[in-house]
Every structure is written in C-alpha cells, then in structure tokens.
C-alpha cells in the first residue's frame, strides 16, 4: 500500500463542450478544487465557447471572441489539466484508466463522459473522394471551425444548398444569405421543423423563409452529391436534381456513444443514466450531455444539457448526495433574422382532453396555438409574434394555473400599461391624484365644494401637489373644474409661476363664447378660436394648449402680462 | 420652546427632506422649507410628523420586568439604569464579555451610532453590535466596496439625476417610499431623458417609466448579465474606458457569454424585444445612471446582484462621469451614517474595518484605549438575532430605535429568541412589539426634541436642529449610554453633548474613507450640508466622487464575474408561488410611529396582500377577503388586494404592521454570503382563503 500524494481524487473528463465545460466549471463553483485533481480532455483545440450561439457567429451577428467560455488560461488559472486536442481511444473501467490517442494512459478515481455528438450525416453517394477526403464544397455545421470554413468557402458561392430543415438547417441558411449566395433548402419531412411545429405553423414558417429569399424544397430525400473534383449539384429519390457549388448537411445529431460502448456501459440510443447523472453499470463514471440518455430521453438544447450538470455537480462533490435529475422541459427560439418563432413543449394534443387554443393570420405571418391539460400550458407555438412569449415560456415553465381567458394569453387587449385619457367627469372620486400626500381626486372636489377656489388654498387644505410637484398640473385642473368658474386669479399665478405655463379657468373667459371648452366638450366656434389665437400671439405665447380638464393654456405667457389677459378676456 | 421656526430635516427615510418647525398654539407644526433635497416638498409622512412629540401613547417614564412572566411598571431612571448596569455585569462575569450584545438602529443621529458603536466595544466590551442597517443597504454597500473601493448611497448630488439621458432603476419604487425625490426624475423626463424601471411590480414608480421590465422576483442578476450581453453583441461597449479606468472584463465577458436574449428571458419573464431596448437606450445614450435599492438587493445573492449592474455600468462607461453613475437609493433616515461610524459588526468609525491593525490603533488612540481592548469583528444582525440565549450567543441585549420584533426575517423565530435572553433592553418613543417583551424599556427623545447629523443617501452630511424641549421623563440615547457607562465604570470615557460627540467624531473618521474631520455643524448650516469626505476645515466637501479615479488601490473600478444563482426558496407543489414584501407610502418601517398617526393610519388602515385578478379567480377569492399565507417559516393573516399590478406567480405583502398579519412571519432569513443580507424580498408561499367569519 503505497501512501498517495495527494488526498484529492483523480477527476478525468472526456468532452470539453457545452455540457463538459459546464460541469467543470459547476464542480468548481462547488468546492471541488479542493477534492479532486481535474484532466479535461477536449478534441478541439479551443477552449470552450457557446455553440449555441454559432449561428449567429455564421450571420455577423455576433464577434466570434464574444462567444468563448473558457479561454485555454482559464483552465490554467483553475489548476486544470487541458489536454486540448488529445483524443481519448479507450476507457478501462478495470484498471480506472483512459488511454489517449498518443498513448498515454491517465487513471481516474472518477470519470465524466461527456463526448457529446457528431451530426449525423445520412448514407447518400459522393460525400467523400476517392481518397477518402471530403468532397471540397460539403460541410457539416456544428463546430466553430466548421463555421469558419463555412464562413470563407460561402463568399465564393453561388448557390448553397441545406440538407436538413429543422432549427439548425434554417439558421445556417438564414446565415449564408449574408454571403450573397443564392440559398435552398431540401427537408426530408412534409414541412419544416416538425419536431418543433405542427404543420400549419411549418407552412407559414416556409412562407416567410421563402420572402426572405431562402428556397424550400419539402420531402426530398437525397441520394448523392454530385461533381467529381467538387461539389456541383444533389440528386434525390424522386430523380430529381439540384445545381449548386455548396452543401451542409444539418440533419440532427448521433450521440457519440462509442468509448462508452466499448467498455461495456449500457448504451442504447445513447449512454444510460441514472437520475445521478452515473452510468447505471458504474458508479464512478458520470455522463452528461447529449450522450446521455436519461428515463429514454437523450436532449440536444443547451438548458437541459445544464440542468444536468448541475445536478451532477452537486452530486459529485457531495454538495447535495440528494440531487436528482428528473428530466427538463424544451422549449425553443429560432434564431433566424427577419423570423419571430418560439416553441415549447408538445405541438398537438395527445392525451383526450387536451384543449387547443389556436389562432392563425397567414397573411401577415402570425400564427399562435397553445396545447392546454389540467388547466396548465403543455405546449405552445408562436410564429410572427412573440409578444406573449416570455410569460408563455414561463407559464409553461412553472406549471402557471391559465387564466380562464385563453386569447387573454395570445393577445395583447392593451389595457394595463396605457391608461386612457379621460375627462374629469369620467375621472372617479377615488382616483389618487397625489402619489406623495395620498389625495384623492375626491377630497380636492369636497375640497373646492367646501369654499377653497385657489390652487394654493386647496393645496395648503389637502396637500395635494406639496410633495414632488408632478401633480401639480392635474391639481390645478381639478380645482378649477370642481369650482365651475369661480377660480380665483391667484390660482393661475401660482400655477403660472412654477409651471411657466399661464391658464385660464374653463367658466373664466366671457366675451360671450364661455365657455371656450365646456365639460361636455361643446367645442369652440372659429371666431372663438381666433380670438383665443390672437390673444396668444399678442402676450407672446408660443403654444397653446388645450388640456385635459378642457382648459386652455397659454403656455410661455409672461407672468406680469396676465393682468393684460384678464382685461382682454373681460 | 423657541418662537421662531427651526430648519430641521424629516425624521423618516434616506432623502432627509428640509423642514421648518413653527411652534403653534404650544405645539409644532411641519412648514415648507427650501432645501436642496426636496426644494419645499414633503410627503404625508413629513406633513404629519409632529403629531407623534405629544401622542398619548408615547413613553415618559422607564418601565421594569421585575422577574420574567411579570408586567411592566413604571420606575424612576436610577432603578432603571442600575438594574440594566447590574443585570449586564452579572452576565458578563457569568459568561464573558460576549454574552452581551447591542442592535442599534438606522434612523439613530451619526453621533448616536458612533457613542453606541463605542459603547458596546468600550463599555461592553463585546464584538456583538449590528444593526437593521444590515437589512437595508448591506448588500449595496458591500458591492460598492468591492467595486469602487467605496460605499456611499450617491456618487453625485440629486441635482445631477435631470442630466442623465438614461436611468436604469431596479427594485425601487421611489414614488411611494421618498416620492419628494421623483421631482428629478420628473425633470429629467421633460428634458427628454429615459427612465428604466425593473420591478415584478407595476408600482407607481414603474407606471411612470419609460419602458417597464417586469421580471420575476429573484432573477434581477440574469437580467443584468442579460443586457451587459446585448450591449456586448451589439457592440455598445466603452472599450476605451474599460481599458482605462476598470479591471477584470474578460472574466465577466466569459461568464455573459453564456446570458443570450432567449435563455434570459425563459429565466427572467422579461420579453427579448424590451432587453434590447433597454440595453440600446443605455448604450446609445452620452450619460446613464444605474440605481438600485432593495428590491435587487434584499436578495441572498444581493452582493452578487448589485455587482452584475456595477458590471453593466462599468461596461458601457456610464461611472466615473459627469451625469453617469451607480448609486444606492439608501432607505433608512441615516442608514448611510449608521454604518460608517461604528454601528456594524465589523467596522469601526469612518468606515474604518475592525479587523485592520493600524485602523484599530487609530481608534483605540481617539478612544484612549489599549488597541487589544478592542474586541474585533461580532456577528451580523439575522446571526446574532438567531443565536440569542443559544450557548455561545449573546444572553442580554440591548435595542436602540428597531422593531425587530416587526422587521427582522422569520419573525416568530427571532421572537422566540429574544424570550429566550436573560435580559432585553429595549429604548424607543412608544411600546413598540420589541418593548413590550423587554425587562427594561426605556422612553427615548424624538428627532425634534434633540441635536445632531444624519447623512442622507447623497452623502451629504445634515444637521438635525433642536426645536423644543424633550417631554418631560424622557431621556435621549446618548444620555442613556452615557448613565450606563458611568454605571459600568466607563464613564470617563463618554459624553451624552452631541456637539461633543462630534468633535470626537471628527478625529475618529479622519483619514478613514468616510472621513467628517472638517465637517462642523457651522459648515453644515452655512451650505445646505457638506458632502463627505471632507478631510479638513478648509475642503469643500466632495459631492461627485470618481470623476478621476476610483478608491481603489490602483484608482481603477472592478468588474467581478457572477452568475445566477436560484433564491434561497423557489416555488414548488407545496408552495407554488413567489412572496416579496416591501413598503407603502403612507407607513415607515415598522410602523411604531406612523401607525400612530391618524392620517397615516387612515390611509392604510391594515396589513393585506396583493394577488392578480387571474390567480384570485382560482381560488375564489374577492377584494377584501380574508387570505392565508404559509411559508416554511410560519402563517400570516391578511386582507386581500386585487390587482393587475402584479405578475400572476407573485404575491406582495407590506410589512409595517405587529400581529397575524406581519409579513415577516413568512420571509427566509437565507443570508448572502457577503453582506449577511437576509432575503425579505423572494421566498416561497402557498395562498388560502379563509372561511368568512359569522
């Protein structure tokens, strides 16, 4: 019995991807610096970065340096092996040990698999060379290399073409039009995206791709490429052919599956876990990410992939020995310029009794169909609108009780955030004017009732407007519609001064047209109106303004001219 | 009583709004007065603030427990003292100088807090002093420490709040808690500025915003590493002022890279669409302020929150600048003083740290103290509230100016442990829920009746006038901890003058960050108060702080790396739904004094909850009923209150009232790790109506 170098535990992980990196990083933020020494093996040699975001690197909309993770220092910073570029060839679950493909073999006390997928490219003819080499002008889009190489062969395009319409295909083809070639796309399904969508909403998502200038070619399935030297076309099932000098086949993912396989773990579909996350035939081999398969799911979005590294995490380090996985909730964006499309959960009704709350406007692109079971949101698609997205995906999210009003949840009815103009007789009593004194509309009219017809009185008597002033206005408005014409003149001056705004009571201006605007809103005759226009122009009052308690301000007044306006005005 | 009026300040919240007192037919009354805070303006609160100096029902006499189970009977101060001399002294020689403990308040005068500070570390001579300063601003102040390498609630005056284009506010709902301060922001929207507001409530705060984010309660971090994203994305960065005057971005552009729109919209409930918006509205514009308050930070990650929107400021070069800024909306009377001088578990006076060598040589040299005598750092307030009559926490305690039977987290809990102590002093103005379980009570002076500073969330050090007489039996707190001192044999060391206390205020605080030694009470007067530091008679005071440099060591500001994290207590089946707590306009705190004021008290009347109309539906539950609220840590009894305010996951309770119906009875004292910040702002809780009584 040899005494150890160290007491901390030997942590081997396999795959430096979304869900390897992020476990790492949850280990760490859990102590686990102190309990094991960690080696990550990473077969590309970056650091980590966030694929999801690679599409949006392929369209310009984002700088590829923002999208990194974990740059190669950060792993030296955290006292972590990277062995970027190395790829592992066997795992002995014997003698606890990984052998790499330049022959070194590293024990481990426990082992995290997370090797992730490859695409999966269908058999078809012509993808490879004689030599074995793949055809120049063919792609798969699912690391940042191949967005690089996709990047720079796509310039020189004049027509690329998208196996595969599902979230990927579309926003790799959304992307190549900014590279000016002319884009296709050929979908083995009867519409796009059919995990995500049913097919109403796949055929005004084809709709709107097909504005855009992308081409959708639908239950084509490809049986070649074509071109000697390089690309030069596809041939399909049905015969048929299509020129273009491009392809990328984005036909979804194959676990890689293979090392774990090979060294007698469970794998179906892919590596079989436990709700911790371990291999369900060793106890120290955790798996997480796209190569698990957990309760016979394997997931393939980023948020789950996290879920469960989480979950690992804890368990691992012993910072909860209770965590359990039991399994996300999908839902999805795509991230396509020019095209509003969320989806969560199932797209039709599957059990009886599921509700559907459907709603389409092809003609403007808008479609919104919720699936509804025991009162809660099981599923939803929105297309052309995501407004209501955001508590959709929460509803969904959280298991939110619906309201009785389904459309209440598709639809914006635009009342809570714009509150209507209204007059002051539709105002009610209890409406608070004053935030700060707590004075309601109420107490300033009982206030007036009860003999106070100045502005400062009523303000002195209630305190209304006394705190921050922004009521002020709204105030002086009640006051002079509750006196009905019995204003008194210091009012105006007082508001005139600290508003630089002079007014003039509703019931205050004679000369035979008083009102000039009445409570019932009458309205003004020309001749009343010019008169009110002179008479700004002559106390040089730039604008006028009628305001809501159907008073007229003579904004930008000068204050010493008011007694001049009275005069005029009797 | 004088006959002239006194320009004085408001007794209540952190804007310290100008009044005059004008004696009237024997009495006080509230007047205008134009002060640079509030320009004239005070709120219902200010208005009636003098009704309480004669109230009925204030204390006049100290009151004594003569064995636990015993009632309360008035006695003259000589018994009252002695008995708290010798009942502290016995329990110290039992149990060491640790088993008492001070919990003082933020609405006390900075020279109460600092003789309170020094009090329990001389007098006492125990390291066990906090306050519910900690349950209000802690978590701002420990991100503008780590951050800026200093705490003040403003870096600027509020007079620069109209020059902003753009201001981001989380978690405050101004309006109705300092609603003489929207005048800024008033002005500033007329001059075409933007506002932001991030709330789960559409409070009136966020109705008169620009663009409302209605996040859900606890994910305030994600939406800021959200937007800090966006504007990454869309390239609205201040490169050059990251490079200049910040360190640290690139761990903070590795952890938002993982925060895209969609993945922070699922967590936070906020729509893509209005993140961009605010994100470009904040990049785009030449000046931005970002402020928070406690609806970001009252988190268990408040530290970590309010470091994610100093990241975003820092980012787009919004700090350090003319109009630009973070700040800290601070809410207690003198929250900010409070904890600069003493009050806090592990700071001494002038923001000086207990646990530094030479800051502890300052202080004990001022005190004329051995430097060992000085104990070090105690526990924060929810610890040492959670340990009280536990072996190893404190056995007496002494309570200035808090109602933490009222206020502190888990409330039923921290009330058991306050009858589990040997001894509880408690000194306030009326019999507040904390009194009436104390042995000793004793009647303190109110804000008019006493002389002193405040320093209000500008910074800006205030002078606090005397305008009449204390009644008559009352005593204020600094005559209270001057009598115990003698008592204690300490009393050479202390003196109840404020002006006094000042001066040694003064020296204790220089060369420390929140340095007053040339602030006097002239400056004071003569210019509308002296923003600090001001580190000698002759300096101007300093009302914008970073313009050139940050306080840290190499001037530079830092960015720190942080990421979500879940609140302490989501929601489950069991408790499905989220509970915040906050304030209302009419009430303060507690509400031991403005629950006894009539027009207050008629404004809100009693505790309720706030549910949205859709989610009342489920339960069948009308305006008015009565509702039942269940959390891990109790049940609470309220009115409800229908309301499209409110998200339809969310719950929100005021907390100003004793009773069944005391918020607190349900929130999670989970803590955050740095500030010790309990989480009253986001737990879990279950709904129920309750039948209607015959």
């Known amino acids: ?160 073409v998208v196996i595969g319409g599902g979230l990927l295909g579309l926003e790799a083809a959304r992307g190549l039009l900014n590279y000016g070639a002319q884009v296709h796309v050929v979908h083995l399904a009867t519409h796009l995206m059919e995990q995500q969508l049913d097919a109403d909403a796949g055929a005004i998502l084809k709709g709107t791709m097909e504005k855009m200038g992308v081409q959708l ?42 090392l774990a396989a090979e060294c007698g773990l469970k794998v179906e579909r892919a590596i079989v876990v436990d709700d911790q996350m371990r291999s369900v035939d060793d106890p120290d081999v955790y798996v997480v990410g796209e190569c698990a398969q957990h309760r016979g799911r394997v997931y393939g979005l980023v948020t789950p992939l996290w879920d469960q590294a989480q979950v690992l995490a804890n368990h691992l380090t012993g910072f909860d020995p209770e965590a359990a996985y039991t399994g996300s909730k999908l839902a999805t964006k795509l991230k396509v310029m020019g095209v509003e499309l969320a989806s969560m959960g199932i797209t039709g009704p599957a059990n009886e009794g599921d509700e559907v709350v459907q709603i389409a406007e092809p003609q403007r692109g808008t479609y919104k169909k919720m699936v509804i079971r025991d ?53 009610p009593d209890e409406a608070r004017v004053c935030n700060c004194n707590n004075v309601t509309k109420g107490e300033i009219r009982r206030c007036v009732l009860g003999g106070q017809h100045s502005l400062k009185g009523v303000m002195a008597a209630t305190r209304a407007g006394t705190g921050c002033g922004s009521c002020k206005m709204l105030v002086q408005d009640i006051v002079e519609w509750a006196s009905e014409g019995h204003l008194d003149a210091d009012a105006a001056e007082d508001a005139g001064a600290s508003n630089t705004a002079l007014t003039t009571g509703a019931g205050r201006i004679p000369l035979g047209m008083a009102p000039i605007a009445t409570q019932d809103m009458r309205g003004l005759t020309p001749t009343e109106l010019r008169k009110i226009a002179d008479l700004a122009e002559r106390c040089n009052a730039p604008t006028v303004r009628i305001t809501d308690g159907y008073n007229v301000d003579l904004l930008g007044a000068k204050k010493d001219g008011l007694l001049a306006i009275w005069d005029q005005l009797s | 009583m004088n006959t002239a009026a006194t320009a004085t300040h408001c007794p209540y919240c952190a804007l310290q709004c100008g009044m005059n007192l004008v004696p009237q037919d024997g009495l006080l009354t509230v007047a205008s007065r134009d002060f640079p805070t509030n320009k004239g303006g005070l709120c219902q609160k200010g208005w009636n603030a003098t009704e309480l100096l004669a109230h009925p029902e204030r204390l006049t006499t100290p009151l004594i427990r003569d064995h636990k189970g015993a009632d309360l009977r008035p006695v003259s101060w000589e018994v009252a003292l002695d008995r708290i001399a010798q009942e502290f002294q016995e329990c110290q020689e039992r149990y060491g100088h640790d088993a008492v403990g001070v919990f003082g308040g933020g609405g006390l005068t900075n020279e109460k807090a600092y003789l309170l500070g020094k009090f329990a570390r001389v007098a006492l001579r125990t390291p066990h002093i906090d306050y519910n300063g900690r349950f209000c601003m802690s978590s701002a102040a420990a991100a503008g420490n780590k951050a800026f390498g200093l705490d003040r609630g403003l870096p600027f005056p509020l007079e620069d709040i109209p020059g902003a284009e753009v201001i981001l506010l989380i978690g405050s709902n101004v309006a109705e808690t300092m609603p003489p301060i929207m005048q800024y922001f008033d002005e500033q929207k007329r001059r075409g500025g933007k506002l932001i507001v991030v709330d789960p409530r559409t409070t009136p705060t966020a109705k008169a915003a620009t663009l409302h984010l209605q996040n859900t309660p606890g994910t305030d971090l994600a939406l800021a590493n959200g937007l800090l994203h966006i504007a990454a994305r869309d390239r609205l960065l201040d490169k050059d002022f990251i490079q200049q005057r910040t360190g640290g971005y690139e761990e903070v552009r590795r952890v938002i890279a993982s925060y895209w729109p969609d993945r922070v919209e699922r967590m936070t409930g906020v729509p893509v669409q209005q993140m961009v918006e605010a994100a470009h509205l904040l990049g785009k514009a030449s000046t931005a302020m970002v402020l928070t308050a406690r609806g970001a930070e009252q988190q268990s ?173 009352v005593w204020s707190d600094a005559q209270i901890l001057t009598a115990l001192a003698a008592r204690l044999g300490y009393g050479k060391f202390f003196t109840a003058e404020p002006v006094a206390i000042f001066e040694e205020l003064r020296r204790a605080s220089a060369g420390g960050l929140a340095d007053y030694s040339g602030i006097t009470y002239e400056r004071i007067k003569e210019k509308d108060g002296v923003f600090w530091p001001c580190p000698s008679p002759e300096h101007p005071g300093t009302p914008r702080l970073f313009l050139d440099r940050f306080a840290t060591e190499d001037g530079r500001a830092r960015f720190h790396p942080v990421r979500h994290q879940a609140a302490g207590e989501e929601p489950d089946d069991e408790y499905p739904l989220y509970l915040t707590t906050g304030r209302v306009m009419s009430h303060y705190q507690s509400g031991a004094q403005t629950r006894r004021v009539k027009a207050l008290r008629e404004a809100v009347r009693e505790p309720f909850v706030e549910i949205h109309p859709t989610l009342a539906s489920h339960f069948e539950i009308n305006e008015g009923d009565s509702v039942q609220l269940t959390t891990r840590r109790g049940t609470a009894e309220v009115k409800a209150r229908l309301t499209a305010a409110i998200r339809q996951d969310t719950l929100f309770v005021p907390f100003h009232w004793g009773g069944r119906g005391r918020a ?15 989480e009253f702002k986001v737990c879990a809780v279950r709904l129920e109506k309750l039948a209607r009584h015959q």
């Not at chain 2, 300052?362 to 610890?383: F, T």
């Not at chain 2, 809990?413 to 009326?430: G, I, M, W």
């Not at chain 2, 349900?666 to 740095?674: R, Y």
């Open chain 2, 301 to 473: 990650k408040g530290t970590a929150t309010v470091l994610a929107f100093i990241n975003l400021a820092l980012a787009l070069g919004k700090v350090g600048k003319p109009h630009c800024g973070y700040g800290c909306i601070t809410g207690q009377g003198n929250g900010q003083g409070g904890r600069e001088h003493g009050q806090k578990a592990d700071q001494l006076p002038g923001y000086r740290k207990i646990d530094n060598p030479e800051h502890r040589a300052h202080i004990a040299a001022v005190w004329g103290i051995d430097a060992a005598d000085l104990p070090g750092s105690g526990r924060s307030a929810y610890e040492l509230l959670d340990t009280m009559g536990e072996a190893g926490g404190v056995r007496a305690l002494l309570v200035m100016a808090s109602n933490i039977v009222v206020s502190a987290p888990r409330a039923s809990h921290v009330q058991e442990r306050l009858d589990a102590l040997d001894f509880l002093v408690v000194s306030d103005l009326f019999l507040s829920e904390t009194a009436q379980r104390a042995d000793v009570v004793l009647p303190s002076t109110q804000w008019a009746e006493e002389e002193g500073t405040m320093t209000n969330l500008e910074g800006r050090v205030l002078l606090r006038q005397r305008a009449t007489t204390p009644a008559p039996g």
């Open chain 2, 664 to 678: 607190n009875l349900l929130t999670n004292p989970a803590l955050d790790p740095t500030s010790k910040m309990p």
């Open chain 1, 217 to 258: 070619h639908l239950q084509k399935i490809t049986t070649a490429i074509l071109g000697e030297d390089m690309v030069t076309g596809l041939s399909f099932k049905d015969g048929s052919t299509l020129d273009c000098d491009m392809v990328v086949i984005s036909c979804g993912i194959k676990p890689n599956n293979e």
């Open chain 1, 1 to 160: 019995m040899t005494s150890k170098q160290t007491s901390k535990q030997r942590l081997v992980v396999i795959g430096n991807g979304m869900a390897g990196a992020r476990a790492v990083e949850d280990i760490l933020t859990r102590g686990g610096s102190e309990q094991f020494e960690i080696t990550v093996f990473g077969e590309e040699p970056h650091g980590s970065y966030n694929r999801i975001l690679l599409s949006s690197v392929l369209s310009g909309a984002q700088d590829m340096q923002d999208i990194y993770l974990n740059p190669i220092e950060w792993y030296q910073e955290n006292n972590i092996t990277l062995r970027a570029g190395v790829r592992v060839t066997a795992i002995d679950r014997a003698t606890k040990q990984v052998s790499t493909a330049n022959g070194d073999v590293v024990p481990y006390d426990k082992l995290l698999i997370a090797t992730g997928s490859r695409p999966f490219v269908p058999p078809m003819e012509g993808l490879d060379m004689a030599d074995g080499k793949r055809k120049p002008g063919v792609f798969v889009f699912r690391t940042l290399d191949d967005c690089t190489r996709i990047a720079s062969y796509a310039t020189k395009c004049k027509r690329a």
């Open chain 1, 375 to 427: 009162n809660k949101l099981v599923g939803a698609i929105l297309l052309g609108d995501l407004s209501k997205a955001a508590p959709l995906m929460q509803a969904f999210d959280k298991n939110t009780l619906l309201p009785e009003d389904r459309l209440s949840l598709l639809l914006d009815f635009d009342t809570s955030t714009k509150t209507k103009q209204m007059t002051m007789l539709e105002m």
